[in-house]
């Protein structure tokens, strides 16, 4: 079983999933990059997905465009100068 093959559908769904929820929680402290990279990379994994469930032959170009996405975002969050948006300090609450 390869990593196109499509029994871990179920795998790729959930991560899918779990990014999406990453980025609807902390949408409010990433830069517009950011979020148009994570976007796409959601949008990619959706057609992806499908793509996989109905063995079509043009999902492994897109499943690489996919992976340059992930690494991208991962690249831009948490490797150049933007803020890593777990570690936002500026917006805590200091306590008395």
């Known amino acids: 079983m390869g990593s196109l093959h499509p029994d871990n559908w179920l795998a ?11 980025f609807l929680l902390y ?7 950011q979020l148009l990279v994570g ?3 959601i949008l990619c994994s959706v057609i992806c997905i499908g793509g996989l469930l109905e063995h079509e032959k043009w999902v ?6 996919r992976l340059f996405l992930l690494l991208l975002f991962i690249a831009i969050t948490f ?13 805590s609450v200091a306590l008395l």
Do not use: I
Request: proline fraction near 5%.
């Open 27 to 33: 949408g409010n402290y990433q830069n517009t990059v």
């Open 39 to 41: 976007g796409l990379f």
């Open 60 to 65: 492994f170009p897109l499943e690489m465009l």
């Open 79 to 91: 490797f150049s100068g933007t803020a890593c948006p777990l570690s936002n300090h500026h917006n």
């Open 12 to 22: 790729r769904t959930l991560l899918t999933m779990g990014l999406l929820f990453f």
